[in-house]
Every structure is written in C-alpha cells, then in structure tokens.
C-alpha cells in the first residue's frame, strides 16, 4: 500500500468515525439523563441534513442550518413529551420497541415529504474539486468541518455538564432520580432537555456531513447502527470513550474495503458490535455501563 493510499484510507476512517462518534454522543446525553436507548438518534442525523437543504432554498447555508438545528431540536422535544413523558417506570424492552417505532415514523414521514431523491449541501468552503494535499494524498476541506465539529461537540458538552447549574442537575438526574427528585430538580423537563440536545447535536451532525456523504431519508438506521456500536465500543454512557471508538471504528472499515468487497462494509460494524458485546459488554474504555457518568 502506497503512503498516499494510507493517508487517503486513515482520512476516510477519522472523517466516518467523527460522524458516528457524535451520534454516539447523542445515544450518551440520553442514556446518561434516563437510561433510555434512542435508536431514533439516527433520523435527527437525518432530519438535519434535509431541513439545512430545505431551508438553504430560502435562507443563506449558516441561517439554514441553524434553523434545522432548531427545528430539529423541537422535534426532539416533542418526541419526548408524546412517547416517553407519560410512561411510568417502562421496561428496557419496551422503550427500544417505543424508539424504533418512533424512528420508523420519523423515516416514513420523511419519505412522503422529501421523496427517495439523493440530496447534499454544498461544501462550506470551496467545492467538490477543491482539496488539502498531505503527503501527496488529497483531502476536502468538508472533512475539516466534520472533525472539528466532533471535537467541538466534546468540549462544549463536557464544559456545559461540569460548569454549568442545568449540566449538573442533568447529572444529578442520571446518578440517582430520586435523590434529584427530593433536592428539587424537575425530571421530567431534564428528560426532555437530553432529547433536545441529542437532537441538536445529530442536526447538526446530518448538516456538516451532507456534503461529504450527502442525505437521504433512510440513512438514518444505518448511523443508529454505527452510533450504538460506538457508543457500546467507548462504554455506554462515556462520551469521551465514544470518540475513541467512532475513530477506531471508522479507521478499521476504511482500511477493510481492500480486504473485503464494500457491500459488507457494514456488516463489519454488527461483527464488532456482536464480538464487544460477548467478550465485553461494558466496553473498552468503562468499567462498566455506566462509567460515562463520570465524564459527563
């Protein structure tokens, strides 16, 4: 393998790994406020990409985006408050069939709106021709956009959930409901903030990618898949671990494609996610589920 094709495959990796680091990120913020499993995580991916290109035929591509994040984000909420709010202790088998059937809605609806047409944005900077030479292999600059989003994501959460009064709470929230409840915290409206920011973040997600990846109204399952596999690869719960493994993830299926034939790229990801769950279930970077909590 030439130096340039190796740059080319580990690019690929980090760029894809990024994206499913930040849907993973999203399954944590739920998870670690309610212990649910959102495998709806994938549409609001989904649902940015397509309200950004929607919007973009009316506003310039920042207001696009912002208001997809938005609107997205009220859909979040209002997910929360028709399906989950009114539910009183629910089974974990129950919830997954709940978010499921959710994001079958969310699919369907989208293809009646959208259709099963193919869309992207357009690159923020530059165009599809336009690229960053390293080492003699070229890069678009969208795959800027997508990194640095992912580490920005990161940031901003851990400083919001360690220095801010409604970042506590929701952790609160998620250590112990009851002794959150007793000290004062309204749960219900932390539930629904977690939804709200997962769906932001998955937005936003759908909007920076498009261009490289571009959108569709079922792409949202397969990054459920991807997401759920990182999020259980970093440890349930740990966003920090989540990027480690939406790396690694992304990195082994970029250099799988010349070992294996590209149509079983994605079974790659159920492989590992089978094999984690066998031999450790708690992850590889958690002593158990729920070692995220501490990170967030």
């Known amino acids: 393998m030439t130096t340039e ?40 991916v989904m649902l940015g990409g397509m309200l950004s290109i929607t919007f973009l035929q009316y506003l310039p591509l920042p207001p696009a985006i912002f208001l997809a994040v938005l609107v997205t984000m009220g859909i979040g909420a209002l997910i929360e408050m028709l399906f989950i709010r009114w539910l009183q202790n629910p089974g974990i ?39 960053i030479a390293i080492s003699g292999a070229r890069v678009s600059p969208q795959v800027l956009w997508v990194v640095g989003t992912c580490g920005l994501m990161v940031v901003a959460l851990n400083i919001f959930f ?35 920011l997962s769906a932001g973040i ?12 571009y959108t569709q109204y079922d792409i949202g399952t397969g990054l ?3 997401g759920f596999t990182v999020a ?11 990027v480690a493994g939406g790396l690694l993830l992304g990195v082994i299926e970029a250099f799988s494609v010349s070992v294996v034939p590209l149509a079983f790229q994605d079974a790659i990801a159920i492989a590992i996610l089978l094999v984690i769950l066998f031999v450790r279930p708690h992850g590889l970077f958690g002593s158990s589920a729920m070692a995220g909590l501490k990170e967030f």
């Open 5 to 44: 094709l190796f740059i080319q495959y580990l690019v690929a990796g980090i760029t894809y790994g990024s994206i499913y680091a930040i849907v993973a990120i999203g399954f944590n913020i739920i998870y670690n406020t309610t212990g649910i499993i959102n495998f709806a995580q994938g549409e609001f």
């Open 93 to 131: 088998l129950r919830m997954i069939i709940i978010t499921i059937g959710v994001s079958i809605l969310i699919r369907e609806a989208a293809l009646h709106v959208w259709g099963s047409d193919v869309r992207s944005l357009p690159y923020f900077f530059g165009n599809e021709i336009s690229s």
């Open 162 to 196: 360690q220095a801010t009064s409604i970042g506590r709470e929701m952790r609160a929230c998620a250590a112990n409901r009851i002794a959150a409840v007793l000290c004062g915290i309204d749960t219900r409206n932390m539930v629904t903030l977690s939804f709200v």
């Open 202 to 213: 998955g937005a936003l997600a759908g909007a920076v990618m498009s261009p490289i990846t």
């Open 224 to 226: 459920a898949i991807k």
């Open 232 to 242: 259980i690869l970093g440890g349930l719960g740990n966003s920090l671990g989540a």
